[in-house]
């Protein structure tokens, strides 16, 4: 349903027509129509408080994909995840890119640390036609299991157990339509569900390996 193209520091998800977007994305947030949703790969040392990152990403997409939905991240754009799910002929597709270096747990904050970049950005789109009010309920749905799949990391904060980063991003896409409900009882719930969870759980897991591994340097440096 999603083809995906990395051209570095670009990645692109094509959508298979227009469709209805709604997320809170730096750019193309709200609800839009759009075939395209991009990651932009940023260094953290770029992203200084007084760096206008919104104004720069804006112009960015502007050269690069008028019209599409826009994310960025620090972590290194060529490790996405993604999966797939089909329950009872609707099929759910999620695309993900993954870090927890600022990872917090719900309710609290840590102290901002310049070291600390890290996101998830996850997109999820569907096959059939949502009304609007179903479609907040499908982002919903992503969202949880993005929560779900982060806190069975196990990750422990100085805060409690990480329940996701500071600067997470979802973006859910369908076609408008009739479905009226897309909750956890639904058909669309479960394949949204499904497939947003398997995709962070996957990028959760390499990211682990990759901080697991980084640590392991460090200690014989």
């Given at each position: 349903?999603?083809?995906?193209?990395?051209?570095?520091?670009?990645?692109?998800?094509?959508?298979p027509r227009p469709m209805r977007a709604i997320s809170w994305a730096p750019v193309?947030?709200?609800?839009?129509?759009?075939?395209?949703?991009?990651?932009?790969?940023?260094?953290?040392?770029?992203?200084?408080?007084?760096?206008?990152?919104?104004?720069?990403?804006?112009?960015?997409?502007?050269?690069?994909?008028?019209?599409?939905?826009?994310?960025?991240?620090?972590?290194?754009?060529?490790?996405?995840?993604?999966?797939?799910?089909?329950?009872?002929?609707?099929?759910?597709?999620?695309?993900?890119?993954?870090?927890?270096?600022?990872?917090?747990?719900?309710?609290?904050?840590?102290?901002?640390?310049?070291?600390?970049?890290?996101?998830?950005?996850?997109?999820?789109?569907?096959?059939?036609?949502?009304?609007?009010?179903?479609?907040?309920?499908?982002?919903?749905?992503?969202?949880?299991?993005?929560?779900?799949?982060?806190?069975?990391?196990?990750?422990?904060?100085?805060?409690?157990?990480?329940?996701?980063?500071?600067?997470?991003?979802?973006?859910?896409?369908?076609?408008?339509?009739?479905?009226?409900?897309?909750?956890?009882?639904?058909?669309?719930?479960?394949?949204?569900?499904?497939?947003?969870?398997?995709?962070?759980?996957?990028g959760v897991a390499d990211w682990l390996a990759w901080a697991e591994e980084k640590?392991?340097?460090?200690?014989?440096?």
């Amino acid at each position: 349903m999603i083809t995906v193209t990395l051209d570095r520091p670009w990645l692109a998800a094509q959508l298979p027509r227009p469709m209805r977007a709604i997320s809170w994305a730096p750019v193309g947030g709200g609800t839009t129509t759009t075939d395209r949703v991009l990651w932009r790969e940023v260094r953290n040392a770029d992203l200084t408080p007084e760096f206008d990152a919104q104004g720069w990403f804006a112009g960015q997409m502007a050269q690069r994909a008028p019209g599409a939905v826009g994310m960025m991240t620090s972590r290194d754009i060529g490790r996405w995840s993604e999966a797939r799910a089909e329950v009872e002929g609707i099929r759910a597709h999620a695309v993900a890119t993954l870090g927890l270096s600022n990872a917090e747990a719900v309710g609290s904050r840590l102290p901002w640390h310049p070291a600390d970049y890290g996101t998830i950005n996850l997109l999820v789109a569907l096959d059939c036609g949502l009304t609007e009010p179903a479609q907040l309920e499908a982002i919903s749905i992503a969202v949880q299991a993005r929560t779900v799949a982060v806190m069975g990391a196990g990750l422990q904060l100085a805060t409690g157990l990480a329940t996701g980063t500071g600067t997470d991003c979802v973006v859910l896409a369908c076609d408008p339509g009739p479905v009226p409900h897309a909750g956890l009882h639904t058909a669309v719930g479960e394949a949204v569900g499904a497939a947003a969870r398997a995709a962070i759980a996957a990028g959760v897991a390499d990211w682990l390996a990759w901080a697991e591994e980084k640590r392991r340097r460090k200690g014989q440096g």
